[in-house]
T-cell receptor, first 115, second 116 residues
């Protein structure tokens, strides 16, 4: 069966520090991968998605970047964190090529607090 | 472009009462719709999905949703609320304007409170 792992679960970082959040998927090949952010009291905002190794699409301009160095690995990064980067970050995957009725499968998220 | 609107950011029901969480969609093409549940500090879990096979969709944990094209709605219901149903619920629609990227567009979420 497929599983998705995200780490760390929680993170407290000072303003201006770098960030690296990692997500890996097991049990499937060539998944579509996604990074969502959930700010307090708000819905989910899609930040990045990837349909293949090295292929990254950004949905909103921001202080963050994403990379996909391996087929089932998706990394969210920042060189210098801002207070506004605080939130709950969720990684998700879906099976590529199965059509638009395939649900997303989410990891357990990373709670990032920038101080 | 597709979108979903969840009516009511907070819903409170008594244990054993009917749960009704409202979702309206906007789409120029037949939509694919989903309901997810999120417990505190966890990821989202799929409750059910509508993919045009049947208008009444049954999901996990006793939830179901009915697709009503005439009302552009996909409301989530459960006949009898349990304390364990307290969580945040999200309605989502596939972004059919983005090719086969699998992106979902989410509503703002509804927090369900269940009172003993």
């Amino acid at each position: 069966s497929q599983t998705i792992h995200q780490w760390p679960a929680t993170l407290v970082q000072p303003v201006g520090s770098p960030l690296s959040l990692e997500c890996t998927v097991e049990g499937t090949s060539n998944p579509n991968l996604y990074w969502y952010r959930q700010a307090a009291g708000r819905g989910l905002q899609l930040l990045f998605y990837s349909v293949g190794i090295g292929q990254i699409s950004s949905e909103v301009p921001q202080n963050l970047s994403a990379s996909r160095p391996q087929d089932r690995q998706f990394i969210l990064s920042s060189k210098k964190l801002l207070l506004s980067d605080s939130g709950f970050y969720l990684c998700a995957w879906t099976t590529a090529g199965t059509g638009l009725n395939s649900p997303l499968h989410f990891g357990n998220g990373t709670r990032l607090t920038v101080t | 472009a597709q979108s979903v609107t969840q009516l009511g950011s907070h819903v409170s029901v008594s244990e054993g009462a009917l749960v009704l969480l409202r979702c309206n969609y906007s789409s120029s093409v037949p939509p694919y719709l989903f309901w997810y549940v999120q417990y505190p500090n966890q990821g989202l879990q799929l409750l059910l999905k509508y993919t045009s096979a049947a208008t009444l969709v049954k999901g996990i944990n006793g939830f179901e949703a009915e697709f009503k094209k005439s009302e552009t709605s996909f409301h989530l219901t459960k006949p009898s609320a349990h304390m364990s149903d307290a969580a945040e619920y999200f309605c989502a629609v596939s972004d059919r304007g983005s090719g086969n990227t699998g992106k979902l567009i989410f509503g703002q979420g509804t927090t369900l409170q269940v009172k003993p």
